[in-house]
């Protein structure tokens, strides 16, 4: 089996430990499941909120990704629109959070996971929770 890389695990939103898991039991592009977790890696068992309110941090990564979403967008109508009216920035503005909010949870929920929960990257936990 290929060992996958950190990066990969973080944008395909695998498990930290296995990097096999999935984070989420849906997809991204299902509007009403796509904030869906399962309570611990089906690849390894690993519990993924690893404290209370464990995922409530990742509000800060999420805003860090919101933030750039504004200032993208923001730069982007001022260069094309060349100036337009306030309700246009905040029209294209809006629209951009709006669809972005699915992936902005997503990764900053994984993000949060991968950088702050603690976890090794470990691939024989895989074989070890199969044994069981």
């Avoid at 995922?55 to 200032?71: C, L, W």
């Avoid at 337009?84 to 972005?100: K, R």
Wanted: charged share 20%; aromatic share 16%.
């Amino acid at each position: 089996m290929k060992e996958k890389s950190a990066l990969q695990a973080i944008v395909k939103s695998k498990c930290p430990r296995c990097r096999e898991g999935d984070m989420f039991s849906s997809s991204a592009f299902s509007l009403t499941k796509f904030a869906d977790m399962p309570s611990h890696c089906p690849a390894c068992n690993l519990r993924y909120a690893r404290e209370p309110s464990f995922f409530d941090g990742a509000m800060y990564i999420s805003y860090a990704f919101s933030v750039a979403i504004v200032v993208t967008f923001g730069v982007a109508t001022y260069i094309i629109g060349g100036d337009p009216d306030v309700w246009v920035y905040l029209t294209v503005i809006s629209i951009a959070i709006l669809f972005f909010f699915r992936f902005t949870f997503r990764y900053a929920r994984t993000l949060m996971l991968h950088l702050f929960g603690g976890v090794s990257y470990d691939p024989e936990s895989i074989e070890r929770h199969e044994s069981r």
